[in-house]
């Protein structure tokens, strides 16, 4: 399929049409335009950034073609779109889940920190265990228990 040129801009100098499919003159001459129109928009001669922009895209679309379309075809952005909203969902679900965790984890730490404030020295009331902050109980053979 031919590749049509970007519109004129009446400051950067046209390539000329590329040979169907595009042969490495073409590719080279697309990005000389590209670099052509950025220093012309860096030296506010292009009133503005569309007509790099648009040469950014001729560039990318005559590389396609030269490629022979490889670089993406037309079903794939669909294809990777529903691929990634069912991946999407699951880790958003994921997030979720750990929000939640988190908050308990927050929850119950406050209640058993409120518990050891009222406790006094301990000799009353036991104190209650404080989860670390990855939420994990501390246990006997990591923590041996306080003796007052």
Known sequence: M???????NNVVNLPTAPQD??????????????????????????DNESHVVA???????????YCGGA???PWFANALKEGL???LKEILQD?????????????????AKSHNLQCGDGS?????SLPFRDGKEPSAQVCPRLQL
């Open 2 to 8: 031919p590749v049509h040129l970007p519109p004129y």
């Open 21 to 46: 499919p595009p042969d490495d003159h073409d590719v080279r001459a697309a990005h000389e335009y590209v670099k052509s129109t950025e220093i012309a928009w860096g030296n506010n001669r292009l």
């Open 55 to 65: 040469a950014m895209a001729y560039e990318h679309t005559v590389l396609a073609a």
């Open 71 to 73: 670089a993406a075809p």
């Open 85 to 87: 909203q069912d991946a």
């Open 95 to 111: 997030i979720k889940d750990i929000k939640e965790e988190i908050n308990t984890i927050k929850d119950d730490s406050l209640a």
């Open 124 to 128: 009353a009331r036991d104190f209650e």
